[in-house]
């Protein structure tokens, strides 16, 4: 890894006093630069690509972009979400239901209909391990048909009450509920998650908290979009006055 001695020539362009962070370029490469190449706290910068690092210590940018004025883009309310301002409260709501779920409800009448026809065969025969067999199918099929249901009914809320957030899905119960101090609360950030799986990979959006202790707290998990994770953290920090922070490895806007 190489350490440049100074920002003095940003390549590309000269700093002008309003420059955005994309504008800026790494010296040795070219690259521009990101959020998260910017470690505030050392005053570095580091190139994703080449990893050359930068001092940006009363450099170009440094003023510009550092933790007390680095501001992001408004993020425009998502389809399905709804937010509320109830009496000394925030409530942001939003629906689970998408048209995969469709896919699923037809999926999971044939697979538990199949396994209902399977079990009723066997039970008349007399076959009962061909029906112990099918358990687990009968299991995944249940498991199956209660997320599409779910996928129908439920929503989730996030509300800010008496100092307190409360994270809720429902109708059917589903696991992810939790309640968080506001005043434990230091910062909230959206992440991607990518998961590798035998048809390829998926993709979705999470949102996290950092409390003042320094543990980690997922919020929010599932989410289609990066603008619905976005725009979670935006709402929530913005009712808190919780300065924005460049937190590493978070979802750029």
Not at 110 to 116: C, I, S, T
Not at 121 to 146: D, K, N, Q, R
Not at 155 to 164: G, L, M, P, Q, S
Request: negative net charge; glycine residues 8%; aromatic residues 12%.
């Amino acid at each position: 890894m190489l350490l440049a001695d100074s920002l003095d020539q940003w390549s590309g362009s000269s700093y002008n006093g309003t420059m955005e962070l994309n504008e800026l370029m790494c010296r040795r490469c070219q690259a521009p630069l990101a959020t998260n190449d910017f470690n505030w706290e050392l005053g570095l910068a580091t190139c994703a690509h080449c990893n050359t690092v930068f001092s940006i210590e009363g450099r170009p940018g440094a003023a510009l972009r550092s933790p007390a004025t680095w501001q992001r883009p408004p993020v425009p309310i998502p389809a399905k979400f709804e937010i509320t301002h109830p009496s000394n409260g925030l409530s942001i709501s939003y629906r689970w239901f998408r048209l995969s779920f469709v896919f699923l409800a037809v999926f999971s009448v044939f697979w538990n209909g199949f396994m209902l026809v399977w079990h009723g065969i066997s039970l008349a025969s007399g076959a009962l391990f061909m029906s112990a067999f099918g358990l687990i199918h009968t299991a995944v099929g249940i498991g199956i048909g209660y997320y599409t249901i779910a996928g129908f009914l439920n929503h989730t809320k996030i509300a800010v009450e008496r100092d307190v957030l409360h994270v809720r899905h429902g109708p059917m119960p589903w696991f992810g509920n939790l309640d968080l101090l506001v005043g434990d609360l230091e910062q909230l950030y959206a992440k991607q998650v990518v998961k590798q799986n035998q048809n390829g990979s998926s993709t979705s959006y999470e949102v996290h908290a950092i409390l003042r202790n320094g543990r980690q707290q997922k919020l929010i998990s599932g989410l289609d979009e990066p603008e619905q994770a976005l725009y979670l953290e935006q709402e929530i920090e913005r009712y808190l006055g919780i300065e924005d922070r460049p937190v590493p490895s978070e979802l750029p806007r």
